[in-house]
């Protein structure tokens, strides 16, 4: 199947080789570390990166414009990609979200707590071994992150909303508490947050040890205010999209994986 790739990012390269791997002919454009091949003027299958935009244009070598990208679609094109509805897709574009598709957030949350762990061992003057850690939130990333933390010997505290994901904590062995109530209190050296809501709020921080690191891996607003944070003298570390920065292939494979997974079904 003819494929064309427009705009990328360091996972991109990997995507590509999974795809072809599995016989299908992928052509690129504003792909890093790809040749450019010249877009004919309709295409009938279009890889976008995950996400589709950035700053308003779809990344890669050079920000593509939206416009640039919608001028080689026509009607019946399939279009593949995450949050494409940011886009603006034409009526009579197919298109294929694979934004939160399985596997691929599984495996990315995998990767988003290996890179969480490196950053952390990197902006940090201390161990994990023996650290006492703080979780915030308990979904796919949340839970790969407190196994990892576990793994190497790290004392993690779960923090949730829901009374469920709280007790599954403890089952695993996990400390627990409450989004926003902190009952076992704020002495941790290492928080990482994974809500993409307001879930730390300053008179909390106030309360964290001066040498604590916070991380935020949820994406915008986040769960915490960056400036009160640095108005406190905490350390902090943003790190949204992690596995295109620190795993992109493995993300460039689950990402292909994904697309490969819709081409079975597509007619």
């Known amino acids: 199947m003819e494929l064309w790739m427009l705009g990328g990012d360091r996972r991109s390269p990997w995507t590509a080789q999974t795809l072809r791997a599995a016989g299908h002919a992928v052509h690129t454009f504003c792909v890093p570390s790809l040749p450019d091949e010249t877009p004919p003027p309709e295409i009938e299958r279009l890889i976008l990166p995950m996400p589709c935009l950035r700053n308003g244009a779809v990344p890669g070598t050079r920000p593509l414009a939206p416009q640039e990208v919608l001028a080689h679609l026509r009607a019946g094109s399939r279009v593949y990609g995450g949050l494409l509805d940011r886009l603006g897709l034409p ?10 598709s399985e596997p691929m957030t599984t495996r990315n949350a995998v990767a988003t707590a290996e890179g969480a762990i490196a950053e952390a061992v990197l902006h940090s003057d201390g161990t994990l071994h023996g650290a006492a850690c703080l979780v915030i939130g308990f979904g796919r990333v949340g839970l790969a992150l407190a196994q990892r933390l576990r793994g190497l010997s790290a004392h993690v505290t779960v923090a949730a909303r829901r009374v469920e994901a709280r007790a599954q904590a403890e089952a695993l062995g996990f400390g627990s508490d409450e989004i926003g109530v902190y009952a076992r209190g704020t002495d941790y050296s290492y928080v990482f947050n994974t809500v993409p809501a307001p879930v730390l709020p300053v008179r909390r921080m106030a309360c964290l040890p001066p ?9 915008a607003p986040g769960g915490y205010e ?12 943003t790190a949204p ?7 992109p292939q493995e993300a460039g494979d689950a990402y292909g994986q994904a697309i490969l997974n819709v081409l079975e079904e597509d007619p």
């Not at 040498?211 to 994406?219: G, H, K, R, V, W």
Request: charged share 25%; aromatic share 2%.
């Open 91 to 100: 009526e009579g574009i197919r298109a294929a979200e694979l934004y939160g």
């Open 211 to 219: 040498d604590c690191l916070l991380m935020e891996l949820a994406s």
């Open 226 to 237: 960056q400036a009160a944070a640095k108005r406190l003298g905490l350390r902090t570390v």
């Open 241 to 247: 999209g992690l596995p295109a920065r620190c795993c």
